[in-house]
Nanobody
Framework: RVQVVESGGGWVQAGGSLKLSCTASGLTFDDYVMGWFRQAPGKEREVVALISTRGTGTYYADSVDGRFTISRDNAKNTLYLQMDSLKPEDTAIYYC?????????????????WGQGTQVTVSS
């Protein structure tokens, strides 16, 4: 069965950096678009960044563009999110998710393999 596991969350002061990792198993990793999503208390889950199957295409939400970098290592079945210049409004649970096939689709419901999430807290 498909398993997706995130790691790397934690607490950081505003302006700091964190790097999230996500390892997927039970699927052919390079057949899947991968994405990072986040959900803050009382808010809907939103897309943060997406990456194409081969890593040649990316999408970033406006709120993180220029500060976050998504990448993947298909040989290791691993997805990454480098987060720099963190702001308090980046505080949320961050989720990794997979979508079969091509296309950087931002609709959350299109992603059918989700991890449990990792908490990121940014203090001011």
């Amino acid at each position: 069965r498909v398993q997706v596991v995130e790691s790397g969350g934690g607490w950081v002061q505003a302006g700091g950096s964190l790097k999230l990792s996500c390892t997927a198993s039970g699927l052919t990793f390079d057949d899947y678009v991968m994405g990072w999503f986040r959900q803050a208390p009382g808010k809907e889950r939103e897309v943060v960044a997406l990456i194409s199957t081969r890593g040649t295409g990316t999408y970033y939400a406006d709120s993180v563009d220029g500060r976050f970098t998504i990448s993947r290592d298909n040989a290791k079945n691993t997805l990454y999110l480098q987060m720099d210049s963190l702001k308090p409004e980046d505080t949320a649970i961050y989720y990794c998710a997979a979508k079969p096939g091509a296309g950087l689709i931002t609709r959350v419901k299109e992603y059918n393999a989700w991890g449990q999430g990792t908490q990121v807290t940014v203090s001011s």
